[in-house]
């Protein structure tokens, strides 16, 4: 596949997997929903890597990378799920959207990377205001729209968290493996949470909206999306990778004002804007200083 094509593909199905988890939780339970779009997923994966005959490592360091995947798909899916019923996709979107930040500060201390710079730090400021103003309603709402506030916060701890060990990891196998893998170790975790939660299947309660939500997710999602990630990552900067967690929220919340009725108001905006601002400084404001101090001595 044409790498522009797998980017733009990337971008469509992370700035529709908010809205999708909204959806496919609506009618049914959380727990079920995540469950059913993972058995898709791997159903779908075990099919593809028999076809292509990819192989699939099971030695000790591959299996810890597929251990590490799967905290961020287990903690990161199971927690945004349990927020749908109670936080607008919008906002999980641009929660989400603060993992790189995250993922800097866990990276320090497990990884031994540099602090950040101090451009670094005022973007962390401006980006924790603009949360605040995003979040501000449901702060001081009832005690399940703060649950779901704090469940999305865990699962974006979760998700980064996962990519920081993944990088522990030094081993080279195909994206298909990895994602196949990943589902092998994660799809037992929510079998097992679902039947403790819940254990209940009550179909007749299901809607054909939450049916096809899951079957997108677990199709475009688990599947797709995922190897349009790896592919990406593979053929392009990382910089150019990073901006997607610019592009996605806006789309994510145009699609759930649109698409669900989610309120759209301009204390919202205000934090969303401040938000992708600063991630905008956090990614590249180092590279733009650097770039101008270099233009200056040039025409000095």
Request: charged residues 10%; aromatic residues 12%.
């Amino acid at each position: 596949m044409n790498v522009k094509a797998s980017y733009l593909l990337m971008v469509l199905i992370w700035s529709t997997t908010p809205l999708g988890i909204v959806f496919s939780s609506e009618t049914v339970a959380p727990t079920l929903a995540v469950l059913m779009r993972m058995l898709i997923g791997l159903v779908l994966a075990a099919f593809v890597v028999a076809i292509a005959n990819i192989r699939v490592p099971w030695h000790r360091r591959a299996c810890f990378l597929y251990g590490y995947s799967s905290i961020g798909i287990y903690g990161g899916m199971l927690l945004s799920y349990m927020a749908a019923k109670t936080v607008p996709s919008g906002i999980i979107s641009l929660m989400f959207g603060l993992a790189p930040i995250l993922s800097g500060l866990l990276a320090q201390r497990l990884l031994n990377e540099p602090k950040f710079s101090l451009i670094k730090i005022i973007a962390l400021g401006f980006a924790l205001l603009g949360l605040f103003l995003v979040s501000a309603k449901h702060i001081q709402g009832s005690l399940m729209q703060l649950q779901g506030l704090l469940y999305v916060f865990m699962a974006v701890c979760f998700f980064s968290l996962s990519g920081v060990m993944i990088k522990r990891v030094k081993i080279a196998i195909h994206p298909m493996a990895t994602t196949f893998g990943a589902l092998v170790f994660v799809t037992p975790l929510f079998f097992i949470t679902w039947w403790i939660v819940d254990g209940q299947l009550q179909s007749h309660l299901w809607s054909a909206k939450s049916l096809w939500s899951i079957v997108y997710l677990g199709v475009f999602g688990s599947l797709i999306g995922a190897l349009a990630y790896f592919h990406v990552l593979q053929k392009l900067p990382a910089s150019t990778v990073a901006l997607t967690t610019l592009i996605t929220p806006s789309f994510a919340i145009g699609l759930g004002a649109w698409l669900n009725d989610e309120s759209v108001d301009q204390q919202l905006i205000i934090g969303a804007v401040i938000i992708l601002m600063s991630l905008a400084v956090f990614q590249f404001g180092e590279n733009w200083m650097k770039k101008r101090v270099k233009l200056r001595k040039l025409n000095s």
